[in-house]
């Protein structure tokens, strides 16, 4: 269900990044968060994209978001950089698929505006007393957005723009790892890349803000059957279920379509999926309970989802 919000305030914490403040028109409640969630601003019909909440949790009465400018993009940032206070805007959600497990020791990674996530994280780290660091690698000081708020923290912070230090040192950062420590990271694809590299076997929770490079020359043609409204359907090779589904007249919600969201999440009933998403973890996936219909697929000739 959408939610009708007004643009409380529109800053500039960095060169390229604009943060806003969002709220209800008449100053309700917002629904609860935690580290790691995010919501899909409707920025117009055919326009939605998702962005981390990085506020307070326990202040019901706002969200924050910042925004880089990628003038490259789909025209989200573009959008949401024209937005002024005053402005109106809807959101949905919150979800969460990066939440903060408990520790008693994190690792946090983040390369330029994937600070965001991971602000709310540090907040609640030390306010529950476990010991933590930050590695926050961006391409100039000036362009990396938050550094003010960071102060605080002293030491546990560890700045390192790329034109003054060169890229961040992950061998090192990793080679500090022990034994019940969690390491959350975020940032352009490269750095998760190399990052989950370097982690085989330890303790790492990544988000991704586009979808994984998938080889799709195998693919196939699959059945798949909802459950729900009695339908079967042939998914062929370069058609996702989502289109297919959404095709045939069922209702069904998406946002990014490239498996980074988790808006299309749905139940597998029966059959097995190929997951190509960025989103379930190594565990979820294994279970084979649900699975994003925007990008997986499935192994076999059938599924049966709860559709």
């Known amino acids: 269900m959408d939610i009708d919000l007004v643009v409380v305030d529109a800053g500039r914490p960095a060169e390229d990044v604009v943060t806003l403040r969002l709220a209800r028109p008449d100053g ?3 629904p609860d968060w935690a580290p790691g969630a995010h ?33 490259d993009g789909r025209g989200g940032s573009k959008a949401v950089h024209d937005l002024a206070a005053g402005d109106r805007v ?9 939440p903060l497990e408990p520790a008693d020791r994190y690792v946090f990674v983040a390369g330029g505006i994937g600070i965001t996530p991971l602000l709310p994280m540090i907040s609640a780290a030390d306010t529950a007393g476990a010991a933590w660091e930050l590695h926050y690698g961006g391409r100039r000081r000036p362009a990396m957005a938050f550094l003010q708020d960071l102060q605080g923290y002293g030491q546990s912070v560890h700045v390192s723009p790329q034109d003054e230090c060169g ?3 992950l061998d090192t950062i990793v080679a500090g790892y022990r034994p019940g420590t969690l390491i959350y990271a975020c940032g352009p694809e490269p750095m998760l890349a190399a990052l989950e590299q370097r982690c085989a076997g330890l303790e790492l929770r990544l988000e991704r803000f586009a979808g ?7 693919d196939r043609e699959f059945e798949v059957v909802l459950e729900r409204s009695g339908q079967e359907l042939t998914v062929p090779p370069g058609r996702s279920i989502f289109e297919v589904v959404r095709e045939a007249g069922v209702s ?7 498996g980074t969201c988790g808006t299309c999440e749905t139940e597998v009933l029966d059959g097995e999926v190929e997951h190509r998403d960025t989103v379930l973890t190594a565990a979820e996936r294994e279970s084979n309970e649900c699975m994003m219909i925007c990008v997986s697929r499935a192994c076999g000739s059938r599924l049966t989802l709860d559709l």
Not at 212 to 218: E, K, L, R, S
């Open 28 to 30: 309700g409640p917002l």
């Open 39 to 71: 919501i899909d601003l409707v920025l117009s019909d055919d326009l939605v994209r998702q962005y981390s909440l990085c506020g307070t949790p326990s202040d019901a009465g706002e969200w924050r978001i910042a925004v880089l400018n990628a003038p």
């Open 90 to 98: 809807r959101a949905r959600g919150p979800r969460n698929h990066f």
């Open 167 to 169: 890229l961040l040192d």
């Open 212 to 218: 994984q490079a998938v080889d799709t020359g195998g």
């Open 252 to 258: 069904v919600l998406g946002s990014c379509l490239e």
